[in-house]
């Protein structure tokens, strides 16, 4: 089986380790030239805690790459998927497929593209950066879990499991939109935490911020169940306790997510989000248009309130183009415009 990982950073560059080092056919691709020769040059490495592993791969730009592939892991930023499909798309064969490794509601968008039969979703649980070129850092090991659009259990999914449990736990789930969904609600969490300059682990763990981050989950929630979409649990998430309005499931709730803070912070060397890294580190955009923004717009599209997130995508518009800072009266801003909404 020929395999090309498109997108070799943080996410793509740790899978596609895995199965080189276990000796697959994998070609690296990447658009950062820099990044392409140093894993050609010195391999690829993964550092993992006081764990260090340098494996040797075979790595190319897009305009680089001939011939065809069987999997196409797609990891690139959801920013520059259409970008990333117009580049695979000569490389498929009518039995190839294409996996997305994205945060963000990608499967729909790529089964327009190449069609549903071709298209396989994941939901990535696992955080990584790229810190250098030819160097990968994760951060905390988690799971992937992988689906055929149509829940079908299929020889062609068993084997997508077996490539990335190579270097990530990985499973095999019906419903796997469900799961990308949750993953969006989570993601909106996540960039939840990039409004202030602070230890996004300790933040988590602030219960003063919990009817924020409950509010932004029951949107999330309410948005999927329009699209049609049962948002599915995973690790320490249960979305079921955000639509309990009572008493009761308002502290279920709560429980939930002081369990997500703790499963966020355990074995985690990394204090900061993807999204934070983004604006302060990388300054360039996040992608949380394709993350809190699939609520904005789905709630517009289907008549569902979203105060909480569409203010949460004004503050990072502001943000990113150096408007508003990261600070804590962000965060007094989203309690306030809870409080007229209650």
């Known amino acids: 089986m020929r395999i090309a990982v498109w997108g070799s950073g943080a996410i793509g560059g740790v899978v596609g380790a895995g199965m080189a080092a276990a000796g697959e056919d994998v070609l690296m691709v990447d658009v950062n030239a820099e990044h392409v020769a140093a894993m ?3 391999g690829l490495t993964v550092k993992f805690g006081k764990e260090e592993k340098n494996v040797k791969v075979r790595a190319a730009t897009p305009e680089q790459v001939a011939g065809t592939f069987d999997l196409v892991f797609l990891a690139v930023k959801s920013q520059y998927r259409e ?13 190839s497929a294409v996996v997305s490794l994205q945060n ?21 649980d696992f955080s990584s950066d790229c810190t250098a070129p030819g160097e990968i850092t ?4 988690g799971n992937l879990f992988v689906g055929e659009l149509d829940d079908r259990m299929t020889p062609r999914i068993e084997e997508v499991r077996r490539l990335l449990s190579l270097s990530v736990p990985a ?35 602030d219960r003063t911020y919990h009817p924020i981050r409950a509010q932004l989950m029951r949107e999330g ?4 169940a329009a699209e049609g979409v049962k948002v599915e649990g995973f690790a320490h ?3 079921a306790p955000f639509l309990d309005p009572s008493p009761a499931g308002v502290e279920a709730a709560y429980a939930v997510l002081d369990e997500m803070a703790r499963g966020q912070a355990h074995n985690n060397t990394r204090v900061r989000t993807g999204y934070w890294r983004d604006i302060v580190v990388r300054k360039r955009k996040t992608e949380l248009e ?6 904005v717009r789905g709630g517009v599209k289907h008549g569902v309130p979203t105060p909480l997130c569409t203010l949460q995508m004004k503050m990072f518009d502001e943000i990113e183009s150096g408007r508003r800072p990261p600070q804590w009266e962000n965060l007094q801003e989203l309690m306030a415009e809870l409080k007229r909404i209650s």
């Not at 394709?290 to 609520?295: A, R, S």
């Open 83 to 95: 970008d990333a499909l117009t580049q695979i798309i000569p490389h498929l064969t009518p039995d």
């Open 138 to 141: 994760r951060g905390r090991a």
């Open 104 to 124: 963000g509601v990608n499967e729909p968008h790529i089964a327009k593209r190449i069609g549903a039969e071709r298209t396989i979703g994941c939901l990535v």
């Open 290 to 295: 394709y993350v809190t923004g699939e609520i």
């Open 171 to 205: 499973f095999v789930r019906t419903n796997i939109m469900g799961c990308v969904w949750a993953k969006i609600c989570k993601g909106t969490l996540d960039a939840n935490t990039a409004l202030v300059d602070t230890d996004a682990l300790k933040l988590r763990a």
């Open 40 to 42: 050609n040059e010195r």
């Open 237 to 239: 998430f249960d979305p």
């Open 221 to 224: 929630i309410r948005v999927a």
